[in-house]
């Protein structure tokens, strides 16, 4: 039975069916969409930023990656910003080992190196998750204020408000 190496798209050598000499070139482009794919695989990274540390945009995160490459191998740089409350280290060593695994899987190219560079922490997360707590907060005393009944069903995601105390939810 074939390895999945038996399948992988390498140097390509001479055979009957081929010219002498024969290879398969990826562009850089290509190089760099496989690669934010697998970083954004990873849980935790927030985004990719600049080596400066600015965050970019989905549409330009290949600004945040710097890629080598020869006929059959890559190397990789990667400029990271990780989600608040995630071990870095942790993040860090599942983007270097997706977009290793991602990278030969896909293009065969032997992956000599993934350097990753957190370049910051998120706390956006841990934000909405605060102001929704808040917010859940201040309905909840309004609620409570007025004497209103409230109900929330198990199963359901209903909030039932009621001014009639003598009213039944």
């Known amino acids: 039975m074939p390895s999945k190496k038996d ?6 050598n001479a055979s009957e069916d081929q010219d002498q000499g024969s290879t398969i070139v990826y562009a850089p482009e290509v190089l760099n969409i496989i690669t934010q794919t697998a970083v954004n695989e990873v849980e935790g990274v927030a985004g990719m930023c600049n080596p400066s540390g600015s965050l970019l945009r989905k549409n330009n995160a290949n600004k945040g990656l710097r890629i080598e490459q020869s006929p059959e191998e890559v190397s990789v740089d990667i400029y990271i910003i990780v989600e608040y409350d995630r071990p870095i280290q942790k993040v860090a060593e599942e983007v270097q080992e997706n977009v290793r695994r991602t990278v030969e899987g896909m ?17 956006e997360k841990e934000n909405t998750q605060q102001e929704n707590a808040k917010q859940k907060a201040k309905l909840n005393a309004s609620a409570g204020r007025k004497n209103d009944h409230t109900a929330i069903s198990a199963g359901k995601s209903e909030i039932t408000l009621s001014d009639d105390e003598s009213e039944e939810n």
Request: glycine content about 8%; aromatic content about 4%.
């Open 7 to 12: 399948n992988l798209p390498v140097h390509v």
């Open 107 to 123: 293009t065969g190219m032997h992956v000599v190196r993934v350097d990753v560079h957190v370049m910051g922490v998120s706390f």
